[in-house]
């Protein structure tokens, strides 16, 4: 199987543009989840999508956004971007329908960088 | 919401002796507690995971062990070599009735091996 991907690798923005991260998961898998990794804050969660839905929040603001599409590829979008944005922005995907937890697996990252 | 918490920092050890990561977390309704090893620019990569009805489980060279009444977890290497150079991450999680709250991590031990 295919792992998961992420497009773009890298992108350099600058500051008050928006940027949109695409994620595709491991195929069968529904849950994506995204995360920010920095050297000061360490790996952090921004959201989880199942079904189309986002099924839990992490404590970001609101100009972080996400949606998922009916192939469970997700798609992460922040808006007026800032410099603290700058960071590897991760996605991992899992099953997401059993009722006990699931192992996930992450995508090499989208390096952002904001100018 | 969930707190984990991870020492040391950074870990250097011969190689061929043992290294042991540990972690404590704050909420007792976690029950998935996976340990994640990244190498420099690369994605994270699941090495094992515990959930909270086990009390060890043993992967080769690596185990993991969880005490739910102290809320603690641990990673132990045994006969480490050169290759397990790397940062390790550990994470908690909820999972309640097929939806699965976000990884919350620890801030990651560097760990290296000495020649």
């Known amino acids: 199987k295919a792992g998961v991907t992420q497009t773009p690798r890298y992108l350099i923005k600058t500051r008050g543009q928006q940027v949109t991260l695409s994620c595709s998961p491991i195929?069968?898998?529904?849950?994506v989840s995204w995360y920010q990794q920095t050297p000061g804050q360490g790996l952090q969660f921004l959201f989880e999508?199942?079904?189309?839905?986002?099924?839990n929040k992490g404590n970001f603001p609101g100009r972080f956004s996400g949606r998922q599409f009916s192939n469970s590829r997700s798609e992460m979008n922040v808006s007026t971007l800032e410099l603290g944005d700058s960071a590897l922005y991760l996605c991992?995907?899992?099953?997401?329908?059993?009722?006990?937890?699931?192992?996930?697996?992450f995508g090499p990252g989208t390096r952002l960088t904001v100018l | 919401g969930e707190n984990v918490e991870q020492h040391p920092s950074t870990l250097s050890v011969q190689e061929g002796d043992s290294a042991v990561i540990k972690c404590t977390y704050s909420?007792?309704?976690?029950?998935?507690f996976p340990w994640y090893k990244q190498e420099l620019g690369k994605r994270p990569q699941l090495i094992i995971d515990?959930?909270?009805?086990?009390g060890e489980k043993k992967d080769q060279r690596i185990a993991v062990t969880l005490n739910k009444t102290a809320k603690h977890f641990s990673l132990h290497i045994t006969e480490t070599q050169p290759e397990d150079s790397a940062v390790y991450f550990c994470?908690?999680?909820?999972?309640?009735?097929?939806?699965?709250?976000?990884?919350?991590f620890g801030k990651g031990t560097h760990l290296i091996i000495q020649p």
């Open positions: 991992a995907s899992s099953l997401g329908w059993t009722s006990i937890p699931n192992e996930q697996f």
């Open positions: 195929s069968g898998h529904r849950s």
């Open positions: 999508y199942f079904s189309e839905t986002q099924r």
């Open positions: 909420d007792s309704a976690s029950n998935y």
């Open positions: 515990i959930r909270s009805n086990v």
């Open positions: 994470a908690a999680t909820t999972n309640s009735g097929g939806g699965a709250d976000g990884l919350t």
